[in-house]
């Protein structure tokens, strides 16, 4: 059987950490969410924000082009959205956030690129946690950064498979912890996940297919360049020939086959 490759759109979280230029993060997540309406690999569906900054978050956002919207509002636009079974209607992928408002009949400035819908919870049966391949936001508050880093891991696994995370913050320990806790493929820091996920002005590899999944399905999780679709054929020398015609030091070759032995270990225990 041939390997197989995940390369999912994503529905990404984005958290709003106190400490992150504010007003730099709202410009880059709705940039990101309105280019191509959305439908880039990576981009910014749901928005978690700490409760400290919600009010300069939810100003800068509006400043910049966003719409919340009504509980009224929020109605007319899922008929449109997802009229059945909670599938995204065909014809509302890839339109930007004007053509939406105009066909639910909401009335939005013309200067609008997302509409928001403010949620007070996550829940199984809320539609706005369904991936949506057009300019919507879902926005969420949390009080601190732990119970964000909670809401970002129920997202990744319930909703998004483990696909990507964005975070805006300066904060070291928060970004590490983040970095390590989280089940996904990759992490976006302070900058439009869109783009930097596909390795655009980012440290990341550039390449449209993005793996989707981090629970072992497919052959990768990262971005998929030409180097993963291609066999490797290797040649393997004795360690003492290599000792012996390139002088490599005999202390330092016995540590690394100690710790090979380690690495080898841990893997058969697994």
């Known amino acids: ?11 990404t979280p984005v958290f709003i950490e106190r ?10 997540i709705v940039t990101s969410r309105a280019y191509d309406c959305g439908l880039l ?5 749901y928005l978690i924000a700490e409760g400290v900054i919600a009010s300069e978050v939810r100003g800068l956002l509006q400043t910049n082009g966003a719409h ?29 956030a004007l053509w939406l408002a105009e066909k639910a009949q909401i009335s939005v400035a013309p200067t609008t690129k997302v509409l928001v819908s403010e949620q007070h919870y996550m829940h199984d049966e809320d539609p706005f946690a369904n991936e949506m391949k057009c300019p919507v936001l879902a926005f969420y508050l949390e009080p601190d950064w732990m119970h ?19 975070i805006h913050s300066q904060n070291k320990s928060v ?5 390590l806790k989280k089940p996904v493929g990759r992490m976006i ?11 655009l002005e980012s440290t990341l590899p550039v390449s449209v297919i993005l793996g989707g999944y981090t629970t072992g399905r497919g052959i990768s999780a990262k971005n998929i360049t030409a180097k993963d679709l291609t066999y490797v054929r290797e040649i393997s020398y004795p360690v003492e020939s290599l000792t012996s015609t390139n002088g490599i030091d005999e202390a330092q070759s ?9 690495i080898l270990k841990k893997i058969m225990e697994k």
């Not at 964000?148 to 964005?166: D, F, Q, V």
């Not at 016995?254 to 380690?262: I, Q, S």
């Open 19 to 28: 400490s992150a230029n504010i007003k730099q993060a709202v410009e880059a």
């Open 1 to 11: 059987m041939l390997p197989i490759i995940y390369g999912g759109s994503g529905a």
């Open 254 to 262: 016995t540590v690394d086959t100690k710790v090979l032995e380690k």
């Open 175 to 179: 970004l590490k912890e983040f970095a």
């Open 148 to 166: 964000a880093c909670e809401k970002s891991i129920r997202l990744l696994k319930e909703k998004n498979n483990g696909h990507t995370l964005a």
């Open 41 to 45: 690999p990576a981009t910014e569906q």
């Open 189 to 199: 820091v302070n900058a439009p996940a869109s783009t930097a996920s596909l390795g």
């Open 68 to 96: 919340f919207l009504s509980k009224e509002e929020e109605y007319k636009l899922l008929a449109l959205l997802q009229p059945n079974n909670n599938r995204i209607n065909p014809m509302c992928v890839g339109k930007d």
